[in-house]
């Protein structure tokens, strides 16, 4: 009964490939996020959805691409992977409002 | 200057020793705050709302200062399971159109030690 799920858990690639994470939470939140942790633990959030709509995109490069089919998933797809893309990337969700937030348990990715 | 700031640490405590610590906010109109507490290689999990009054859950205590715009932490009789790294959040909210703007700081990471 996990509340916010997000797969893979590990994921190594090579420079120039695409690749995809996905993420499902049962908490009924309208709210779903993408944060990108660095080598230096800084948390920047990357995306916000409400109700499968696109509210924040804090200047992420184009290559990053989500998507939310339903207000229960919301999928980070990347492009042309970078070295500089490999961090954990944690979905979250919440209620909206002053509500925290409910973590994922991260995607560690790895571009070699 | 970041929009929240912490103090990295490490804060190194004898276990049973009470440390505190602070987070500072630079966006006058944040409007609600929270402590996060993050494992090594885990997710960040929620540890408590920071409430105007302040407000207390067991062994922990947060305090806001709205004036100097800054939120503390104590933990009092610290575990040796108390070590971590704790996130300070303050959000921005705006409202539907312009989304809830949850921004971390860097974490204080604190060591307990037998």
């Known amino acids: 009964d996990t509340a916010v799920s997000q797969t893979p858990k590990y994921l190594v690639t090579q420079m120039g490939n695409d690749k995809s994470i996905k993420c499902e939470q049962n908490?009924?939140?309208?709210?779903m996020y993408w944060y990108k942790q660095d080598s230096k633990k800084f948390l920047k959030i990357m995306f916000s959805?409400?109700?499968?709509?696109?509210?924040i995109n804090e200047t992420v490069p184009n290559r990053f691409s989500p998507k939310s089919p339903d207000k229960a998933h919301l999928n980070l797809h990347i492009n042309s992977l970078e070295l500089g893309d490999s961090a954990v990337y944690f979905c979250?969700?919440?209620?909206?409002?002053?509500?925290?937030?409910?973590f994922g348990n991260g995607t560690r990715l790895t571009v070699t | 200057r970041k929009e929240v700031e912490q103090d990295p640490g490490p804060f190194n405590v004898p276990e049973g020793a009470t440390v505190a610590f602070n987070c500072t906010y630079s966006?006058?109109?944040?409007?609600?705050f929270f402590w996060y507490r993050q494992d090594c290689r885990k997710e960040p999990k929620l540890l408590m709302s920071?409430?105007?009054s302040g407000n207390e859950d067991g062994r922990f205590t947060a305090q806001l200062n709205r004036a100097s715009q800054y939120i503390s932490l104590l933990i009092r009789d610290s575990k040796l399971s108390d070590s971590a790294t704790y996130l300070c959040?303050?959000?921005?909210?705006?409202?539907?159109?312009?989304?809830?703007?949850?921004?971390f700081g860097g974490g204080t990471r604190v060591l307990v030690k037998p």
């Open positions: 979250a969700s919440s209620a909206g409002g002053s509500s925290p937030l409910h």
């Open positions: 908490l009924g939140h309208d709210t």
């Open positions: 959805y409400n109700n499968k709509e696109l509210i």
């Open positions: 959040v303050v959000n921005r909210e705006g409202g539907k159109a312009a989304g809830n703007k949850l921004t």
């Open positions: 920071v409430y105007s």
């Open positions: 966006n006058s109109a944040s409007q609600s």
